[in-house]
């Protein structure tokens, strides 16, 4: 199962606003173990929204969608998850209590409607005023304010994932490589090797420059479990060396 996010808003891609999600959803799934698999950024435009949605929930992933389910005409992932799940909005009875119950003598039809989701969702509760998201078929629906957003997806992950949390514990381990034989496409069959020998690690490849435009290093490195890492990167050091290509530890 990956994990994904939809990023939703006409603002973030203007450059309005700069998204928060992106980093704090992969912060979140990293102290559980888990990583982010993609990340779509999308307007608020419903037919894209809902060819996103039709596509991630017939590819069984876990997604956090952020942004456009006020109540707003520019809000449209509402209607967009309605259309992508071929149901209609209704008022959901749990969305309405908690409507109510924040607030009180002042509720309209207009505040209702932002309990108005696809009919047959659960909602994810809303720590900070109540408003709350939904989620269906491991698609999590929440606010675009980070301080609603974030609570509310650590409450998803630590309701519905916990089986899955560290279940595969994975260290991270790379070399810095500097010398005239240490770019990228003079090492390709080596990584190729890697990939092919220790087909569960992840292996990563990650030049430095400088702001004058000169080759620092290149960061060269593999994830997964210790004792398959300690191998992967003994067969890099030794293939380096023979290479005549310095390498030096990265810092943790």
Do not use: C
Request: glycine share 8%; no cysteine; net charge negative.
């Amino acid at each position: 199962m990956s994990f994904g996010a939809i990023i939703i808003g006409d603002e973030i891609l203007s450059g309005k606003r700069a998204d928060r999600h992106f980093v704090r959803l992969a912060e979140l799934l990293a102290v559980r173990g888990l990583r982010l698999s993609w990340v779509e950024y999308l307007g608020d435009e419903r037919a894209r929204i809902a060819a996103t949605l039709r596509r991630s929930l017939a590819a069984g992933d876990v997604v956090f969608s952020f942004g456009g389910i006020g109540n707003t005409p520019d809000d449209q992932t509402r209607q967009a998850a309605a259309e992508a799940l071929g149901v209609e909005l209704v008022l959901h009875a749990d969305a309405e209590r908690e409507i109510r119950a924040r607030f009180g003598d002042q509720i309209s039809d207009v505040r209702l409607l932002l309990g108005t989701f696809p009919r047959g969702v659960e909602i994810i509760p809303n720590p900070f005023n109540r408003i709350p998201g939904f989620r269906v078929r491991d698609h999590h629906f929440v606010p675009g304010f980070p301080q609603m957003a974030h609570p509310m997806v650590e409450w998803a992950l630590d309701t519905f994932y916990s089986d899955r949390f560290h279940h595969q514990p994975s260290v991270e381990k790379a070399f810095l490589l500097t010398g005239a034989n240490s770019y990228e496409s003079a090492l390709l069959d080596l990584m190729e090797e890697v990939v092919a020998d220790f087909p569960s690690l992840r292996l990563f490849s990650l030049p430095s420059m400088s702001d004058d435009g000169q080759r620092r290093h290149l960061e060269l490195g593999v994830e997964g479990e210790q004792a398959l890492v300690d191998q992967a990167m003994d067969r890099i050091r030794q293939e380096v060396e023979r290479r005549g290509i310095s390498w030096q530890w990265r810092p943790s």
